[in-house]
């Protein structure tokens, strides 16, 4: 729809199409900058040294309430799947298994990355761990959660690399929803077992988005080399670059 003087009128669907396109454009840079206020946010507060409200919650709803001698042990398992020994095994299945170029150095350079940016992070932060509530023996500092950064690092990685290369079929979005939820999972395990605060978790999922933002888009590129699928198609094989 035109309006009188030939320029064209812009409706709301009009608007919405285009933040839309705007957001999909800039997704990273939405996502780095969400997630560093975010995480700026919880580290002032727990540099005052007071448990956040969110943290009372979490206790009251996971410790309190949902604990149970059932349940424990699963949460366990589920805990054991951000643990050195299973991510370095499933590198390992990646590096040999995985098309394209190089995409064990890319899941194992990342791991490593975020390992140190924790080990850094802890350092300097120096928040105590819950005291009295722990169902597992842990040491050193407590935010962000080392756990959860590994998780959403490694895992998350999984889940732009298939989304990215795997064919645009229901099992792209079956694998994904699947990693999705073992970050979670795992996440929410750190609290239940009484090892991290909520605060710790949602800091190291904040931390590693931000760096995924980064490492997907700087780096990663440079260890894969395949051929996005178009719709419906099959993978393509090698190809000489990749666009982030």
Wanted: charged share 15%.
């Amino acid at each position: 729809m035109a309006r009188t003087d030939g320029t064209p009128a812009w409706g709301a669907g009009d608007l919405l199409r285009g933040a839309l396109s705007l957001a999909r454009d800039n997704l990273r840079l939405i996502v780095l900058l969400v997630c560093t206020i975010v995480f700026l946010a919880l580290l002032g507060e727990v540099l005052e040294g007071e448990i956040l409200r969110l943290d009372a919650m979490a206790y009251e709803l996971f410790v309190e309430r949902l604990r149970s001698d059932a349940l424990t042990p699963v949460v366990q398992g589920v805990t054991s799947l951000a643990s050195v020994v299973v991510l370095a095994v499933m590198a390992a299945v990646i590096a040999a298994l995985a098309p394209g170029k190089a995409p064990g150095w890319c899941v194992s350079v990342n791991l490593v990355c975020v390992v140190a940016l924790n080990a850094l992070l802890k350092a300097i932060v120096q928040r105590p761990r819950p005291e009295g509530f722990r169902l597992v023996a842990e040491s050193g500092y407590s935010f962000p959660s080392g756990h959860s950064m590994v998780a959403m690092a490694f895992f998350g990685l999984l889940i732009w690399m298939i989304w990215r290369y795997h064919r645009r079929d229901a099992m792209r979005v079956v694998w994904c929803s699947f990693f999705g939820l073992v970050i979670v999972a795992v996440g929410l395990s750190r609290i239940y077992l009484g090892v991290h605060y909520a605060s710790d978790v949602l800091a190291g999922f904040c931390v590693s988005l931000a760096w995924l933002a980064l490492y997907t888009k700087v780096v990663a590129p440079l260890f894969l080399t395949m051929d996005a699928p178009r719709d419906g198609a099959p993978e393509t094989g090698p190809r000489t670059g990749v666009e982030p």
